[in-house]
């Protein structure tokens, strides 16, 4: 095979043993690989009901056949398991060397099993795989983590970690790279804790097979080109993500106080233009030529990297107006390896709670030097802490007295940073997306709020729908960063070409898009049906928040979501995917899918309708 390797590699932690297995061009081309490897192998070896905390669950590392090449934004590896935070599929991606070393090492996915007896990290340099002790880095920061395993095995070396969080079994628990790559937010970090597994270690130094190299060397440096003489590179360049704070605050989609607002009164104290002013660097994912980590020396004079999602969920969705502080509570939370759209969500809520009299010695809006306690002891499981480590939905049910009401998640995982009382839409991509309430798979909101923002239409379904193919489908499987697609219009008609050249195959769009989307979203839907017994229309609701209670500020003061009509577009999205009215792919959707041995699996679970 050309572009895959064709190998997968399967470590038992329990045993200690690690084995290759084979793949076939089959699997390979249905799959292509990332979130469509993960989620299949999860589907075929995870029992259903077990604890995702247990050594029964797995983890999976998954790369994509153009892994590793020179291409724009192609060092991303996915990292997924069964969710402790949400009871189902969960999955996400982080870029680092250590995809690139995992691929060049000759692997295209890992398997991780059972559990080490004692804290243990995995050494794989191409055929030699090590089990080696992490006691002595156990309670250590995955930024010391990751420079300790530097100073054993080497600068380039590519490392993937966890911190205390994921060694506390912290439910939103990351896995952390590079100081400031983490990805995996529904507690993969977590898996790898309770797998007693600190770290992975890979050094690979084989030439990937590509299947004409001259051809994909002019066409991946023609997509550089593309990139970087595109209209809105250099506004990127100075800062990335981070522009959208001053554009979301304009819309009145800025999360501020627990999502109760969509406009923030210190916006311009934590926006692009804050960060431009403190920014000394950027970094970013391997091959990539649009870096968006933007460096800054917080308030304590150390470096943190900054994107939109961190700063506006510990910025203004706890109240916190300065970016220096931002800076200070996203630094900690990285080295600490949470998740910090989930700690931006959890604090945000405990704030409220405070507020509101359910929680006594609590925590109060804007309170920065409380947030930097209470992020030490989510982490450590300290007192309130404790309590928090289990994210918006356990805690709500805990506390009761009405606050599931104001609890910001879906499915159990915290929606991140875009406020939904005006914007049907993006409510809807929150509560289909297939993790939760993450906004990977369908950013449709800038779309949205410069065509019909408040209507309810099939239009929006079918954008929903057509950013999940793209977003969650293609770029997933191919690990491949989505942001010079969606942010410099770089076009999407490369990565057919590009797969082309290296793995010898013809995709077309529509094949990588819809057919493979569609598919994966099936497995993934599965896999819930299966773990929780059967579904619902409640599972993909978006928080009753965004129902019940208007926006009190700004120019959509008064506004919020309409139920009834929102379930009218739910209707619709369940028809154009081919899911009954339950929310569950039909047997003969499956079948289209070439998943039949799905649906067979599947209807032990739950009848289907054909
Ligand atoms: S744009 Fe940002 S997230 Fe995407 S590959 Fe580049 S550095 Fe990574």
Known sequence: MYGWNGQILRINLSSGKASIQKYNGEFARKFIGGRGFAAKILWDELKPGIDALSPENKLVLAAGPLTGLPGPSLGKLVVAAKSPLTGGYGDGNIGTMAAVHMRKAGYDAIIVEGKAPKPAYLYIENEKVSINSAEGLWGKT???????????HGRNAGIISIGPAGENLVK??????????????PGIGAVMGSKNLKAIVFKGTRELPIADSENYRKLSLECYDTIKSSQGYSFWIRQGTMMTIEWSNENSVLPTNNFRE??????????GYSLEAMKVKRRGCPNCNMQCGNVVIDLDGSESELDYENVAMLGSNIGVNQLGKVAILNRLADE???????????????????????????????????????IEDIAYRRGLGDLLAEGVMRVSQKLGEG???????????????????TVPGMALAFATSPIGAHHKDAWVISWEVKTDREGYTRAKVEKVIEFQRIRGGMFEALVSCRLPWIELGF????????????????????????????????????FWIREKGGWNRSHDYPPARWFEEPLTKGPYAGKKLDKEKFDQLLSI????????????????????LGLTEVASELEKYVSLNP
Not at 345 to 372: C, H, P, S, Y
Not at 573 to 592: C, L, M, N, Q, V
């Open 403 to 421: 606050s599931e009401r104001w609890a910001m998640h879906v499915k159990g995982l915290e929606v991140s940073a875009y406020d939904c009382h």
């Open 491 to 526: 076009p999407l008609e490369y990565y057919p070409k590009l797969l082309k050249a290296a793995t010898g195959f013809d995709f077309t769009l529509e094949e990588l898009t819809a057919n493979l989307g569609d598919r994966i979203y099936a497995l993934i839907r599965a």
């Open 172 to 185: 939103y628990a990351t896995i952390v790279s590079q100081e400031g790559r983490a990805g995996g937010r």
């Open 262 to 271: 969509g406009i923030f009164e210190f916006y311009r104290c934590i926006d």
């Open 573 to 592: 999205y369940y028809e154009a995917r081919g899911w009954d009215t339950r929310g569950i792919p039909r047997k003969s959707t499956f079948e289209k």
């Open 336 to 374: 600490l390896g949470l998740d910090t759209i989930s700690l931006g969500n959890v604090i945000g809520f405990a704030m409220e709670a405070t507020e509101r009299g359910l929680l006594k010695d609590g925590i109060e809006w804007g309170d920065f030097e409380a947030a930097r306690r209470l």
């Open 142 to 152: 995955t930024f010391e983590t990751e420079k300790i395993l530097k100073d054993v």
